[in-house]
């Protein structure tokens, strides 16, 4: 199995827990154990001491427990857009967003007068946000493949983070913020670098750090 495959079925993986309701119920439906679905899903070692994958095995039974077609496994749905619903309270005056610097995220609060002090550029987003919503450029390959560097993406602070989703975070010991995937398993939250190569590919979120926004869209600038 390649790279890029093996990052689709661990795409395709987190949208069946999230169908599922958790891990464990997903396994169960699967009639595979819920300790083997989590090994892969955190891509612990094997006994041969490479990460655990989605094989054709657990591939094949996870499209049939769930109702997939054959080879749904193998097929890229993972699009920031249609997985993270965006409420209905946007208007047309958010189409142009602040790009802001990563360093800005933890200072960045809803719309208020002092806001004027930020004299930057700004973005077009294609669609619906919250008016406190900004623009990042990606920085670094901790979320590749999914995300490259310069690419850009909208993030909206008014929405309620749900598992799966993409956040963009921040440590209140760290001078900048990070975009990471937010994992919720048996109440227990993580984040998540999608880079299978990153060091501390996968943390658990600490009275520490706060979710500060919900990425809405990539792409690039118009």
């Given at each position: ?16 827990i ?5 891990a464990a119920?997903l ?8 300790s ?7 891509q ?6 490479t990460?655990?994958t989605v094989g054709?095995?657990?591939?094949e039974?996870?499209e049939?427990s ?5 080879g ?8 920031v857009?249609?997985i993270?619903?965006?409420?209905e309270?946007?208007s047309s005056?958010?189409?142009l ?7 800005q995220?933890?200072?960045?609060s809803?719309?208020?007068e002092?806001?004027i ?5 700004r973005?077009p987003?294609p669609?619906?946000c919250g008016?406190s ?5 990606v920085?670094g390959?901790s979320m590749?493949p ?5 690419e850009?993406?909208?993030a909206?602070?008014?929405?309620e ?8 975070v921040?440590?209140k010991?760290?001078e ?13 939250h993580?984040l998540?670098a ?5 060091p501390?590919?996968?943390i658990?979120?600490t009275e ?6 919900v990425v809405?869209f990539r792409?690039e600038?118009?």
């Amino acid at each position: 199995m390649n790279r890029r495959q093996h990052q689709i079925r661990l795409a395709n993986l987190e949208r069946l827990i999230t169908e599922a309701g958790s891990a464990a119920k997903l396994a169960r439906r699967a009639n595979t154990s819920a300790s083997y679905v989590s090994q892969v899903r955190n891509q612990l070692l094997s006994t041969t001491g490479t990460p655990r994958t989605v094989g054709n095995d657990l591939a094949e039974r996870l499209e049939h427990s769930m109702g997939k077609s054959s080879g749904w496994m193998d097929e890229d749905h993972d699009d920031v857009a249609s997985i993270n619903p965006i409420k209905e309270y946007a208007s047309s005056a958010c189409a142009l967003l602040p790009l802001i610097s990563w360093e800005q995220v933890p200072r960045w609060s809803k719309v208020e007068e002092g806001r004027i002090q930020y004299r930057i550029e700004r973005l077009p987003c294609p669609i619906q946000c919250g008016e406190s919503s900004f623009a990042l450029a990606v920085q670094g390959s901790s979320m590749e493949p999914k995300f490259h560097n310069g690419e850009f993406i909208f993030a909206d602070p008014d929405l309620e983070p749900r598992h799966g989703q993409y956040v963009v975070v921040h440590d209140k010991g760290a001078e900048e913020a990070m975009l990471r995937q937010l994992i919720i398993d048996a109440g227990r939250h993580y984040l998540q670098a999608l880079n299978p190569d990153w060091p501390l590919r996968i943390i658990e979120v600490t009275e520490t750090i706060t979710v500060c926004a919900v990425v809405i869209f990539r792409g690039e600038a118009v």
